[in-house]
């Protein structure tokens, strides 16, 4: 069975998935993928864009991100170090959404809210909770090379697909599986952009995908 808590972010609301053991599911309520449950409202919209968002007037998808302090605005830089500020945490209590959710799956729904309200304070620059997305092979093979993207540090799809041992030929099958990834925040896929450099989706929204780069130590350049 699986079990389901709410938790609210510095980017929105949370909802959580657990079978008990580890964490299945890591959704934005709201964004286009998060599911929906029995006995509550629609947590998701009935149509949402997920290369919308604007930043300076500008579409984010327009933009292109670059490491803070870089002085040639290398795409893929991973220095300098940059300190970046942390987002506001919203610290608000979990809420389990089954009254019979188990010891063993509040205890990873209390794991997963302290790293990430600790990733959003800067504080913490990987994940420890045990992880169980799922999702076909191809995905999962995906869905591991993101995990291998270190925070602070950007790749391309293209990368993506070379570090899940694929061809170029995969690139659109590699993307749909990026933007399939159960698990926002923690398998990174807001490290993803487009080769040259490009923010062009997120399932949780660019505005979000903006955000945690920023917290990440990137900054936007535009296109033009």
Known sequence: MIFHASMPSALGALLLSSDGAALSGLYFIGQRDCPNLDGFAPMRPDHFDPSAGEHEGRPIRTFRAVK????????????PEAVAPA????????????EETPAPARQVFQQARTEIIEYFQGKRRSF????????????????????KIPYGELVSYGDVARSAGLSAGHGRAVGAAVG?????IIIPCHRVV??????????????????????EGFSLLPTN
């Not at 506001?88 to 089954?98: E, Y």
């Not at 420890?128 to 995990?147: H, I, Y």
């Open 68 to 79: 803070n302090g870089s002085q040639d605005g290398d795409l893929f830089a991973a220095e």
């Open 87 to 98: 987002l506001a945490v919203d610290d608000g209590p979990l809420a389990f959404m089954q």
């Open 128 to 147: 420890e909770m045990p992880l169980r997305p799922q999702g076909t092979a191809f995905q999962k093979k995906v869905w591991d090379a993101l995990l």
């Open 180 to 184: 399939r990834n159960p698990l926002s």
């Open 194 to 215: 487009s080769g040259s450099g490009l923010l062009t989706g997120y399932s949780g929204g660019l505005d979000r995908k903006l955000a945690l780069l920023q917290l």
